[in-house]
């Protein structure tokens, strides 16, 4: 029997519950291994063969090395994970979350010096704004 | 005997770490911010307890996919500031408090709530963020913190009411240790934030008012809140607000007959990067 996962509606968001973890394990654990500064550096030297280290497929593969986030959270990819591949490209919270609306780094940043995206109509996906 | 006199709410977003480490407090960008968390810093220097029982969540940081507890208390002597992947904060080590962390865990495992035990840890952001905004930049932390981890990455995460329960079995453990101790316990992370996705930069302000309001007025019945309600209407990362529970059941009004507690400052301020930010402080009468 399925078990009820009532945030599956939820637009715009996966929730990284025990199914997404367990698909994107090893582009987690790629990304934690990047703490280490030495692992960084030979990821910067060779990023496809840092990742061909990884049993990660080859769609996360492809994500990582576009930078592509939102690609990487729909591979099982966790955003705090994910955070230290942005840290190794120097990059804050704020550019890498950006990143994943489709905005521009202005806009977005200006969007949250006046109050952040608005709830209304982003609680239900196919809600009429 | 030990006894918890206040709790301490406020979020712990890493940008205000590196506001603070990078000397930008005074920038017209987090000035607001900072000036918001004056009042605590005059207060805590006033009133500063001999032990911080600090909950808190790690960010992919002591503990990897490869474990991942959902409750974890610190016994150890000194926990260093961690590698984030940005250089370690310059801020002081953590120290810690082994005997009553020792005692909290032997009390609560009792009670039914199955810690993790954590001798060797390094504490990321959510520990030392709260650290920085109620004591500034100083040589030392004013006194030892019991760092307590929660899962809230990796989902799902423990419910508000098993939170506020396992205040209350801290509250209960402090209370039973010897010596004459003043215990504060922290609750941190939130408010409202979606750090992911098409939806990220969300922000409720009003469910963020509300969920301060019944935090002061009504916690048992905010312990009931479901997850989806805060992941939906203040996004997937404000799930972390369950860790709030935990400060907030170990009061004395959790208790059949206890006082209200008496709120000494509330605070609440968008944004510091993606997130907005709340602070309260609530004693113990």
Not at chain 1, 18 to 26: A, C, L, N, Q, T
Not at chain 1, 62 to 86: H, P, T
Not at chain 2, 31 to 46: R, S, V
Not at chain 2, 105 to 116: H, K
Request: net charge negative.
């Amino acid at each position: 029997m399925a078990l009820d996962k009532p945030y599956l509606d939820i637009p715009g968001t996966t929730i990284f519950d025990m199914d997404e973890s367990r698909k994107g394990y090893w582009l987690n654990q790629f990304c934690m291994s990047l703490m280490k500064a030495e692992n960084r550096m030979r990821f910067k030297a060779n990023e496809r063969a840092y990742l061909d280290e990884w049993p990660m497929t080859e769609a996360q593969k492809q994500a990582v090395m576009a930078r592509d986030l939102g690609r990487c959270i729909e591979s099982g990819g966790n955003i705090y994970f994910l955070g230290k591949l942005g840290a190794s490209d120097g990059r804050s919270f704020q550019y890498m979350a950006g990143s994943m609306t489709g905005m521009t780094e202005e806009a977005y940043r200006a969007m949250m010096m006046g109050g952040g995206r608005s709830i209304e109509g982003n609680r239900f996906t196919g809600e009429k704004k | 005997m030990a006894r918890i006199t206040a709790s301490v709410y406020t979020s712990h977003v890493p940008a205000i770490g590196a506001a603070i480490d990078l000397g930008k407090t005074a920038e017209p960008y987090w000035a607001p911010l900072f000036a918001g968390y004056e009042p605590a810093k005059a207060w805590l220097e006033a009133n500063t307890p001999d032990v911080i029982f600090l909950v808190y969540n790690d960010h992919a940081t002591a503990f990897s996919l490869e474990i991942v507890p959902t409750f974890a208390i610190g016994v150890a002597a000194e926990y260093p500031p961690a590698d984030e992947g940005y250089g370690a904060r310059p801020v002081p080590k953590v120290i810690g408090h082994p005997a009553l962390a020792s005692h909290i865990a032997q009390s609560v495992i009792q009670d039914d709530f199955d810690l993790t035990i954590v001798n060797r840890m390094d504490v990321d952001h959510g520990l030392t963020v709260p650290l920085s905004l109620m004591c500034g930049r100083p040589a030392a932390w004013p006194c030892p913190v019991i760092p307590f981890a929660v899962n809230v990455v990796l989902y799902p995460v423990p419910s508000g009411s098993r939170c506020f329960q396992l205040g209350r079995a801290i509250r209960k453990a402090v209370a039973s240790y010897d010596e004459d101790l003043c215990v504060q316990i922290w609750g941190t992370g939130g408010m409202s934030h979606q750090l992911h996705g098409r939806r990220a930069g969300l922000i409720n302000r009003e469910f963020d008012n509300a969920f301060l309001d019944q935090l002061i007025a009504d916690p048992a019945q905010l312990a009931r809140k479901p997850h989806v309600e805060y992941m939906r209407e203040a996004g997937a990362e404000a799930v972390e607000l369950v860790m709030w529970l935990i400060a907030r059941g170990a009061m004395d009004d959790a208790e059949p007959g206890g006082k209200a507690p008496r709120v000494h400052h509330r605070f609440y301020h968008v944004p510091a990067s993606n997130t907005a930010v709340g602070h309260l402080i609530l004693e113990n009468r």
